[in-house]
Each structure stands twice: as C-alpha cells, then as structure tokens.
C-alpha cells in the first residue's frame, strides 16, 4: 500500500504554481531565482513518481540531469546577480529601469 | 543482470554521426587551455583555433551530409538533413559572428577567451537541439545552449544595460525552461516515454485531455520564449538593446534556428497525428500574435537594436507560419511544403541578420549611434556600407531579388497550400507594414544629410562577413535552388 | 520500534486505517515524528516551567565571560566567500554521476571507467581553469 501515483502530481502541481506565482508575484532577483529552483523541483517529483507509477528507471535518469543544469543554473544566475549587485547596488528587479520592461 | 554489456548500446558509428559537435567541445576545452597558457602576445592563436574548429566542424557537417536519417546513442540524437541544416546555420551563424567580433571585442575590453568559449559551447547546444530525437536531449541542448547565453548578455559587467539584460534574459529564461520541464515531465507521466518516435505511437491512441492540453501549452510557452514569440516576447527588446551586438547577432539567429528546428521536429514527429489540428491552433494564435505586435511596435522604435529585436519577433512569426503549414498536408504544386521553407527562411534570415548587426558594430560602440539620426546621409559619407545595410533591410522586409523575398513568398505558398490562406494574408500585411519601419531607415540613410560625427569602427573581419552576407543575400535570392533542394531532401528524412 | 508496530497492530486501528483510505506505513513515520518532537519539546518545557529565574544585565550577554559582543550577529557575509561557494556548488553536484557509475561498475567495466575518465577529465579542465583564474584565493 503506497501512497497514489495522484497525490504526488497534486503535490508537485502544488509546488511548481507556488513556484511559479512567486516568480510572478516576487520583486527581488534571488528570491525570484529560488521560486524557479522550486519550480525544478517539483518537475523532479514529477518525474520520480511518473517513473514510480510506470515501473521504469527513465524519469529517474532524468531527475539527475535536471538537477546537473540546476546546479549549473545556480552557478550563472548567483554570478550575475553579483554582477547586477555591483553595477546598480540593489538585486530588485524594479530598479531595472535602465530598459524598458 | 548477467550478460550486460554497454558496448550493445553505444558503438563507435556514435561518436562518428556527433563529431561535429564533439570536436567544437574539443576545441573549446582546447582554448580554455591556451588561454591559461599561452604567452599574452600569443592570444591571437585563439581566435585562429575558433575558426578553424568552426570551420572544420562545418566541413564535416557537409561532408558527411546523410541519405537517410541515422540514430545515434540509442535514438537519443538522430543525423538526418534536416537536423544537419539547422547545423549548417547555426555554424556559419557562429563563423559570422567571431568574424564581426572581433574589433568590438578589444573596444570594450571584453574577456576573448571566454567569450569565444561560451559562442562554442553554446553552438554545441543549438547543434544537440537540431539532432535531439528525445525531450531529454532536446532539453540539455537548449540549457547548453541557453547558459552560455546568459552570461554572454551581461558579458559588459561594469555596463549597467548589459548586466540588467543579462539578469532579465536569466530570470525569464530559467523560467520559461522550467515550464517547458514541467511539460516534458507530464507528457512522460502520461505516455510513458520521452522519445519522439515512440510518442508518436502512444499520442496516437491518447484523446485530447485535460493534462495533455497542460502540458503541450508548456511545451508551447518554453518554445515560444525561445523563439521570442508573443506573448513571451517581453524580453527580447531588453535583452537586444542591453546585451552586446555580436551576442545579440548570434542569438538572434542560432536561438532561433535552434529551438524552432526542435519544436519542427517535436511537432511534426510526435504532435503531427489526429490530433494536430488543435496544436495548430495554439501556434496560430502565437503566429499572429507575433508577426502583428512585432511589426507595428518596430514602426515606433528609434533605436536601430530595438527595432531589430521587434522585427525579429515578427520573424519569429513568420517562422511559426511555416511549422502550422507543415502539420497539415497539401502544398502548392512545384513549390516547397512548410518545414522546407521554414529552414530556407532561417538560411536567409541568418544573413540578412547578421549582417544588419555587423553595420551596427561597423557604426559604434556598445550603446553608442544606435539611433535612426545616426544613420543619416550614410549613402554620402559611406556609400558601400550604406548600400550592403540597404539589401540587408530589403530580404529582411522581403522585397526580390534577395533571399528574404524568396524565403517568405514560400512560406506564405505553403500556408495557402494548407488552407491557412487568412493567415498567409496577415502575413503579406504585416510584411507591408515592416517595409515601413525598415525603408524609414533607409529614408535616413539616403535622403537626410549626413550628421557632423561618424567615427567608424571598421576591420578586416566586418568587411568580410559584410560581403559575403551582401552577396549571399542576393546570389541566393536568384538561385535558391541548391539550398531549396537541400532542405527538402532534409525534410524528407525526418519519418526515415 | 516493536513498540509502534505493536501500537498500530490493534485491528481497530486497522480497520479505521482502510476507512479513511490512508496508507497505513506512513502512519509509523508520522508516529516516530510526534514522538521526536515530544523528546525535544518536553524537556525544554520543564526547564522553562521549574527553573527558577533570576535575569541580570551580566547574564543576558551574550557571553557571560569574555569579550563583550560588539554587532549583531545578523551581519553580511563576507562577498570573498562566494565564488568558493558558486564553485563548490558546481563541482559538488557532480558526484550525482558517480555515485550510479560506482553502483554499476562491475556491470559497466573497462567502457565505464573511460567515460567516466572522459567526464572527470572534462571536469578537471573547469578546475585547473578555475585554479590559474585564481578564484580559489583568497580576495582582498
């Protein structure tokens, strides 16, 4: 007896919109940053109970990947909000205002 | 498990068909290298490698161009014409683009090294995108080929328009990868497989349901940003006007050739049976969407790279017009169906786009000269320059004899051969309208007198790639043969 | 542990479980939680409720012997520390690869040792790369 194949694509459903509102909703660049790596996760757990649920080792392979580009990912965005940090002393997205939105 | 042996799933015909992009890693670990330990003086050595790795990569590509479709590491990536095309584009996007940098690089003290580095590893990228067969592979390709691009956008670090152009293109960008993430993971949850051939299979027996629709409209929104197509267009303009021209010239053109060659084959290949018609229509009103808003904010632009990066949304457009007429049957007699325009577009386009780039690097420095004035009289002061930027404008609008006319009059053929004649229309129009905003440039540049200033920044590489783009613009207007025929024997093999 | 399986052995608690619809193993975990927090929570709980409590200036410091604190300990990082970080962020996710290949090793042979050769090789470049940049000292 395991919890349903269901219950987790609500879970991660639940997740990647928490996820996805706060890049919406959310004003500074690291918090924006961390809303998306959960946005990831919750593919991950997608991706874990799919292979689960299908019996397979496939969506496993991809779970490890997905976290490879993550870390990657990590990696470019801290350095650049470096970058923005040292350029416009602040990482608010709202005092971008040197382009237009 | 007795008996497993992994040489039964890889063999060396593998690394053969992948060669063009594994030499390009090569040759970018080899540079990484000479920058550590070559001499200063010696610098210049690395962007002779680049070259010729590019250029030796491009030959393979073009000797080993396939008959039929071939896989590679157990049909994660396939070799076929059509992916080798997409190739053909994105390496000579690439040769174009370290040609034109090169002074510009000097100018604003930008890292060559690295720079050159990141355009390698990115074309690696787009290159894995134009083979992927699996959503897996397609998805790292368009990371590899993405996380490069962040950093080369705020590759200007102390210069505020680059950094917030890098941070804007991150942020969307990482999302819009996670939406696109998320919809792999639902299409695998509901069918069970991420290779494309095998999806075909199992989307065939499945009816248009609710998490389907969730997850091709994520598939959809991941593509589309890439493709800069609205509604995700919003970060194209920022990014064109604060990241450095030559990363915005290769961007423009590589994302581009790269991410729709991928949605072609995802679309075609899996999404093209019963139910194709309802995927259309999601593209169609992505289509619109794009070549309308792209084309009539361009008309009230002043600033020639924002302008640029409009009218690329509309191109965008134009390209998505071509992938609807290729998901359903029927064409024009004697002309070229939807996927074959679409690939003869993006070998227009990366002309005429990069060349129009290149007279931007001709004309200033980052952030400098960038609007209409400072193109005025430029038939006076520079005729040539002023002449090649003329073609380029006028394949861009799609007037004969260039390649852009032909490029467009085949795909809006292709679309009326499918019925999508309404959307063919809205083609033609909105065509009208960028002839507008792009023969206003031309306005300034032959009618307005020349301004007081017009420092220019030539070199030997920009007057090169400027000639060959002038006259690639215009010889394959009038002889499109060759290269039409060669992207419909590629087209042919997508289905083996 | 017998002592919670032993807990939820009851067939009431069983039949209750099939009721509700609820996975019945999880239940041990959710106990063995309760049971946690109780540990840590109860004696804390005590010692707030039975120790006297006599507060002086002397006593509220930081520390009671020593140097006087003299900030918050709430202060920026240093920024020296964060390409150490952006680098060990990176080179430490790449051990999700070689913890399946060591599992498998005996399956994937001499084939599996090149590739992975190949791909710390790969990874050894960014390294030496990261190394001569002089990230890894110390920033001034």
Same mark, same amino acid.
Request: with cysteine; net charge neutral; charged share 10%.
């Given at each position: 007896?395991?919890?349903?194949?269901?219950?987790?694509l609500?879970?991660s459903?639940?997740?990647?919109?928490?996820?996805?509102?706060?890049?919406?909703?959310?004003?500074?660049?690291?918090?924006?940053?961390?809303?998306?790596?959960?946005?990831?996760?919750?593919?991950?757990?997608?991706?874990?109970?799919a292979?689960?649920?299908?019996?397979?080792?496939d969506?496993?392979?991809?779970?490890?990947l997905?976290?490879?580009v993550?870390?990657?990912?990590?990696?470019?965005?801290?350095?650049?909000?470096?970058?923005?940090?040292k350029?416009h002393?602040?990482?608010?997205?709202?005092?971008?205002?040197?382009?237009?939105? | 498990?007795?008996?497993?042996?992994?040489?039964?799933?890889?063999?060396?015909?593998d690394? !053969?068909s992948?060669?063009?992009?594994?030499?390009?890693?090569?040759?970018?670990?080899?540079?990484? #290298?000479l920058?550590?330990?070559l001499?200063?003086?010696?610098?210049e050595?690395?962007v002779?490698?680049?070259?010729?790795?590019?250029l030796l990569?491009?030959?393979?590509?073009?000797?080993?161009?396939?008959?039929?479709?071939?896989?590679?590491?157990?049909? #994660?990536?396939v070799?076929?014409?059509?992916?080798?095309?997409?190739?053909?584009?994105?390496?000579?996007?690439?040769?174009?683009v370290?040609? =034109?940098?090169?002074?510009y690089?000097?100018?604003?003290?930008?890292?060559?090294?690295?720079?050159?580095?990141?355009?390698?590893?990115?074309s690696?990228?787009m290159m894995?995108?134009?083979?992927?067969?699996?959503l897996l592979?397609?998805y790292?390709?368009?990371?590899?080929?993405?996380?490069p691009?962040?950093v080369?956008a705020?590759?200007?670090r102390?210069?505020?328009?680059s950094?917030?152009?890098g941070?804007?293109?991150?942020?969307?960008g990482g999302?819009?990868s996670?939406?696109?993430?998320?919809?792999?993971?639902?299409?695998?949850?509901?069918?069970?497989?991420?290779?494309l051939?095998?999806?075909?299979?199992?989307?065939?027996?499945?009816?248009?349901?609710?998490?389907?629709?969730?997850?091709? /409209?994520?598939?959809?929104?991941?593509?589309?940003f890439?493709?800069?197509?609205?509604?995700?267009?919003?970060?194209?303009?920022d990014?064109?006007?604060?990241?450095?021209?030559?990363?915005?010239?290769?961007?423009?053109?590589?994302?581009?050739?790269?991410?729709?060659?991928?949605f072609?084959?995802? #679309?075609?290949?899996?999404?093209?049976?019963?139910?194709?018609?309802?995927?259309?229509?999601m !593209?169609?009103?992505?289509?619109?969407?794009?070549?309308?808003?792209?084309?009539?904010?361009?008309?009230?632009?002043?600033?020639?790279?924002?302008?640029?990066?409009?009218?690329?949304?509309?191109?965008?457009?134009?390209?998505l017009?071509?992938?609807?007429?290729?998901?359903?049957?029927?064409?024009?007699v004697?002309?070229p169906d939807?996927?074959?325009s679409?690939?003869?577009y993006?070998?227009?386009?990366?002309?005429?786009?990069?060349?129009?780039?290149?007279?931007?690097?001709?004309?200033?420095?980052?952030?400098?000269?960038?609007?209409?004035?400072?193109?005025?009289?430029?038939?006076?002061?520079?005729?040539?320059?002023?002449?090649?930027m003329?073609i380029?404008?006028?394949?861009?609008?799609?007037?004969p004899?260039?390649?852009?006319?032909?490029?467009?009059?085949y =795909?809006?053929?292709?679309a009326?051969?499918?019925?999508?004649?309404?959307?063919a229309?809205i083609?033609?129009l909105?065509s009208?309208?960028?002839?507008?905003?792009?023969?206003?440039?031309g306005?300034?540049?032959?009618?307005?007198?020349? /301004?007081?200033r017009?420092?220019?920044y030539?070199?030997?590489?920009?007057?090169?790639s400027?000639?060959?783009?002038?006259?690639?613009?215009v010889?394959?207007?009038?002889?499109?043969?060759?290269?039409?025929?060669?992207?419909?024997?590629?087209?042919?093999?997508?289905?083996? | 542990?017998?002592?919670?399986?032993?807990?939820f052995?009851?067939p009431?608690?069983?039949?209750?479980?099939?009721?509700?619809?609820?996975?019945?193993?999880?239940?041990?975990?959710?106990?063995?939680a309760?049971?946690?927090?109780?540990?840590?929570?109860v004696?804390?709980?005590?010692?707030?409720?039975?120790?006297?409590?006599?507060?002086?200036?002397?006593?509220?410091?930081a520390y009671?012997?020593?140097?006087?604190?003299?900030g918050?300990?709430?202060?920026?990082?240093?920024?020296?520390?964060?390409?150490?970080?952006?680098?060990?962020?990176l080179?430490?996710?790449?051990?999700?690869?070689?913890?399946p290949?060591?599992?498998?090793?005996?399956m994937?042979?001499l084939?599996?040792?090149i590739?992975?050769?190949?791909?710390l090789?790969?990874?050894?470049f960014?390294?030496v790369?990261?190394?001569k940049?002089?990230?890894?000292?110390?920033v001034?």
């Amino acid at each position: 007896m395991t919890v349903p194949f269901g219950w987790y694509l609500f879970l991660s459903a639940l997740l990647f919109v928490i996820g996805a509102v706060g890049v919406l909703r959310r004003r500074n660049a690291i918090l924006l940053f961390m809303c998306i790596e959960l946005m990831l996760n919750a593919v991950n757990l997608t991706f874990v109970a799919a292979a689960r649920h299908l019996g397979q080792l496939d969506g496993q392979l991809f779970v490890f990947l997905v976290i490879l580009v993550a870390a990657a990912e990590v990696a470019i965005g801290l350095s650049i909000i470096i970058a923005i940090y040292k350029s416009h002393r602040s990482v608010d997205v709202d005092d971008l205002k040197l382009l237009k939105w | 498990m007795t008996g497993f042996n992994p040489l039964d799933y890889v063999n060396s015909s593998d690394f !053969l068909s992948t060669a063009p992009e594994l030499l390009l890693v090569g040759v970018g670990l080899l540079i990484l #290298m000479l920058d550590l330990f070559l001499p200063a003086k010696r610098r210049e050595l690395i962007v002779q490698v680049t070259v010729m790795g590019l250029l030796l990569s491009l030959a393979i590509v073009w000797i080993g161009w396939p008959d039929s479709q071939s896989e590679a590491f157990s049909g #994660m990536l396939v070799v076929d014409g059509y992916s080798q095309f997409i190739k053909m584009v994105v390496l000579l996007g690439a040769l174009l683009v370290v040609f =034109i940098s090169g002074r510009y690089l000097r100018n604003e003290g930008i890292y060559v090294a690295e720079f050159y580095e990141l355009l390698l590893f990115s074309s690696v990228g787009m290159m894995v995108m134009a083979s992927g067969a699996n959503l897996l592979t397609i998805y790292l390709g368009l990371e590899l080929m993405s996380l490069p691009l962040y950093v080369l956008a705020a590759f200007l670090r102390a210069n505020r328009r680059s950094t917030e152009a890098g941070l804007k293109y991150f942020l969307l960008g990482g999302f819009s990868s996670a939406l696109l993430l998320y919809g792999i993971s639902l299409i695998y949850g509901l069918t069970g497989t991420t290779n494309l051939m095998a999806l075909q299979h199992s989307l065939a027996s499945l009816p248009v349901s609710p998490p389907l629709l969730v997850a091709m /409209v994520l598939l959809v929104a991941g593509f589309g940003f890439k493709v800069s197509a609205v509604p995700f267009h919003l970060w194209t303009p920022d990014v064109y006007m604060g990241a450095p021209t030559p990363v915005v010239a290769f961007m423009s053109v590589g994302t581009k050739a790269a991410a729709i060659a991928a949605f072609a084959r995802l #679309m075609v290949v899996s999404f093209g049976g019963l139910q194709s018609s309802v995927w259309a229509s999601m !593209l169609i009103v992505l289509a619109v969407g794009s070549m309308v808003l792209g084309n009539v904010v361009a008309v009230v632009q002043n600033n020639v790279k924002r302008m640029l990066a409009y009218s690329a949304i509309g191109h965008g457009g134009y390209l998505l017009v071509g992938l609807i007429a290729s998901m359903k049957p029927g064409s024009v007699v004697g002309l070229p169906d939807g996927l074959t325009s679409l690939l003869f577009y993006l070998f227009g386009y990366l002309f005429a786009n990069i060349g129009a780039f290149a007279v931007v690097i001709y004309l200033g420095r980052e952030g400098q000269h960038e609007s209409y004035e400072d193109y005025s009289g430029l038939a006076q002061t520079r005729p040539w320059l002023a002449a090649v930027m003329m073609i380029f404008l006028l394949s861009l609008t799609g007037i004969p004899p260039t390649i852009g006319f032909v490029g467009k009059f085949y =795909i809006f053929a292709a679309a009326i051969g499918s019925g999508y004649t309404v959307l063919a229309l809205i083609g033609l129009l909105t065509s009208t309208i960028s002839l507008y905003y792009y023969m206003g440039l031309g306005m300034y540049m032959y009618m307005r007198p020349p /301004v007081e200033r017009h420092v220019f920044y030539p070199t030997r590489g920009l007057t090169i790639s400027l000639i060959v783009c002038a006259v690639a613009t215009v010889l394959f207007g009038i002889l499109p043969q060759t290269w039409v025929h060669l992207a419909q024997s590629g087209v042919l093999q997508l289905w083996h | 542990m017998e002592f919670i399986k032993t807990l939820f052995n009851f067939p009431q608690v069983h039949e209750w479980l099939g009721q509700a619809g609820y996975p019945a193993v999880y239940l041990g975990a959710l106990a063995g939680a309760v049971l946690a927090l109780l540990i840590a929570a109860v004696p804390i709980l005590m010692s707030v409720c039975l120790s006297p409590s006599r507060p002086s200036a002397a006593k509220k410091a930081a520390y009671e012997c020593g140097v006087p604190p003299v900030g918050t300990a709430r202060e920026k990082q240093m920024v020296r520390f964060y390409v150490v970080a952006i680098l060990f962020v990176l080179f430490d996710v790449e051990t999700a690869f070689l913890f399946p290949w060591a599992v498998a090793y005996d399956m994937l042979g001499l084939f599996g040792l090149i590739e992975m050769g190949l791909f710390l090789a790969i990874l050894i470049f960014g390294y030496v790369y990261a190394w001569k940049k002089e990230a890894l000292d110390w920033v001034y």
